[in-house]
């Protein structure tokens, strides 16, 4: 019942076991009402056992007595860490050559400290030569004499895998001498000549024995909170070549021309609001069959549509295109993004959905914004929604090839749409600064992106190309400065309204964040002011008509993403930001 990163060991453990997929059904066997009651109030499965036990296997021989069962695996409830490929590996051994001469199969691991072997509180193990075991001791074994020999210790894992049979076999024979002493219960089938088989596994898990492990295991647990991507530094590629300056996308025809490959065709993805802008298009000087494809930003990117278009693409040209040039906001250059992905990669984009997924290189892709905010420009991401969730495709081969930044190419956005891109950007600053999993790095750019915001969304003496440029360099510096921490609150919440009522990005973090003074103060304080300033009205009361399987999809939606509540509340975040707590929230807006 000791507590590991905000709930019980035995919580965590059970929690673990489950969420290998490798069972039918996990238990916890106890003689303890209190933890019973633990598992069963969190919607566990657990039993009482009835009769005192000298240890957990006889406990657990009386649970499945009854239960129509074939192999019952035993995970020792101070094994949080269990992972799902010891456990595989302890199953698999009922698959081998061998497997009707084993009565029970257990786990070992590799040990090379010395300390650690002679700790009596590690149980060393030594097998023949098919991995049977030989003997378990907390003595180190083999005794070393001589120093030089090549002998590798063992340490046994606390995991055992039984047929039915010869589990409910054991529980009937009473225990011996050897066993009494060591305190080492799979002594007993040893001394009863049974056949242990043991399996390597090498992944590195604490046991939780003594006080002292259970600090070591809260600071492990914190370790691993950091670790959302692929470590646990990120590494991350950056856009290789930015240009960025009034009128510089005049340059875009002699960037592309050493991109060109014969015969293939670049294609533009650009947002449909340029649709009759004659001028843009004809400094896009389209060559060959180059190809433009129209695309609204009316509605968030879909991974159907990303499928669509790659489907088109593939469909007309038999070559690989030599590039997709995506021009527009967030959305088209997530979609130029997720595009250029699944041309090179199988099945649907919504396969993708998630961290470092992608196998193959996207095509070369170049982006150009048209309205500045969202980061999506620099992002390792690529948003999109799936019939399943709403999520990016987040990988080493996301990032654009090329960037090209024109903030003349920002004119003449409509000045609501202008507000809500750019408070993404604020937004982004906002939570970045005020999370949990701010680093230098971050921070120097969400610094900068937030001092650029204030200036443009504040200050009377910016003329319009200044402010252009500068909310270009925020919405880059605001993206690098989440890419190395998260967002946060407005982010998560706004992912809901996103799935459910399909509110766009910049306006949902707009309606959220106007009510989470709670929680950033300062940042809603200097939003409302921006508000106020530039007489913006923020729409209200959208949650009011929603029903309630809606409202629960939308809790559900925003509670998953956990890597934002950890950076915005801490590991204890599940208790501040409970389902009820949410749905007030949602209610407010
Ligand atoms: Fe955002």
Redesign the pocket.
């Given at each position: 019942m000791q507590d590991l990163g905000g709930k019980p060991v035995i919580q965590r453990t059970y929690e673990a076991t489950q969420e290998t997929g490798l069972f039918d059904e996990v238990y916890v066997v106890t003689d303890s009402k209190i933890i019973f009651k633990e598992i069963e109030l969190n919607g566990g499965k657990a039993i009482m056992s009835i009769k005192e036990h000298d240890c957990g296997t006889d406990r657990i021989a009386e649970a499945v007595e009854n239960m129509d069962v074939d192999i019952v695996v035993n995970v020792q409830g101070d094994e949080p860490f269990t992972s799902k490929s010891g456990l595989e590996q302890v199953l698999s051994v009922f698959n081998g050559p061998d497997a009707d001469k084993i009565d029970l199969a257990s786990l070992m691991t590799e040990m090379y400290d010395w300390k650690e072997i002679s700790d009596p509180n590690a149980v060393k193990v030594i097998v023949d030569k098919d991995n049977f075991a030989l003997y378990f001791s907390r003595s180190p074994i083999p005794y070393p004499r001589d120093k030089n020999a090549a002998v590798q210790y063992y340490k046994h894992k606390g995991i055992y895998a039984f047929r039915k049979q010869a589990l409910l076999d054991f529980y009937n024979l009473p225990m011996r001498s050897m066993e009494a002493a060591e305190k080492i219960e799979c002594i007993r089938y040893l001394e009863y000549g049974k056949n242990i088989k043991m399996a390597i596994s090498n992944t590195q898990g604490i046991e939780i024995d003594t006080p002292e492990d259970l600090v070591r295991a809260n600071k492990v647990l914190k370790e691993d909170k950091t670790i959302t991507v692929n470590n646990k530094y990120r590494n991350f590629p950056m856009v290789p070549k930015v240009i960025f300056g009034r009128g510089s996308f005049d340059q875009l025809t002699s960037i592309l021309a050493p991109k060109r490959k014969d015969k293939a065709p670049f294609i533009y993805l650009v947002d449909d609001v340029f649709k009759n802008d004659e001028d843009l298009i004809n400094r896009m000087n389209l060559r060959f069959n180059d190809k433009l494809i129209f695309v609204s930003a009316e509605e968030e990117p879909k991974t159907q549509q990303v499928d669509t278009i790659v489907k088109n693409i593939k469909g007309e040209f038999t070559y690989s295109p030599s590039g997709i040039i995506g021009i527009g906001g967030g959305s088209i250059l997530d979609l130029s993004k997720a595009v250029a992905i699944m041309l090179t990669n199988k099945g649907s984009a919504s396969e993708y959905q998630g961290w470092d997924l992608v196998k193959n290189k996207a095509i070369y892709h170049v982006g150009i914004p048209t309205i500045s905010g969202?980061?999506a420009e620099v992002s390792r991401t690529t948003v999109l929604t799936g019939p399943e969730k709403k999520l990016g495709i987040n990988s080493d081969f996301t990032p654009f090839d090329q960037v090209v930044l024109d903030p003349d190419l920002a004119a003449g956005v409509p000045t609501n749409q202008w507000f809500y891109t750019g408070m993404?950007c604020f937004?982004?600053c906002v939570e970045s600064l005020n999370g949990t999993f701010l680093n230098e790095f971050s921070k120097s750019y969400g610094e900068k992106a937030f001092d650029l915001c204030k200036e443009i969304f504040l200050s009377k003496h910016l003329t319009e190309e200044e402010s252009r440029g500068k909310l270009m360099m925020a919405s880059w510096h605001g993206g690098m400065s989440i890419a190395y921490s998260q967002?946060g609150i407005a982010?998560a919440m706004s992912y809901g309204l996103g799935y459910v009522l399909g509110t766009k990005?910049g306006i949902g973090?707009c309606i959220v964040f106007n009510h989470l003074d709670e929680y950033y103060p300062e940042g809603v304080r200097l939003f409302k002011e921006m508000k106020a300033f530039h007489n913006i009205e923020i729409p209200e009361g959208i949650c009011s008509k929603l029903t309630d399987n809606q409202m629960t999809t939308m809790i559900d939606i925003a509670l998953s993403l956990v890597p934002l509540w950890e950076n915005a509340l801490g590991d204890d975040w599940e208790r501040i930001m409970t389902r009820d707590k949410l749905r007030d929230l949602y209610l407010k807006m």
């Open positions: 969202t980061g993404d937004i982004h967002v982010h990005h973090n």
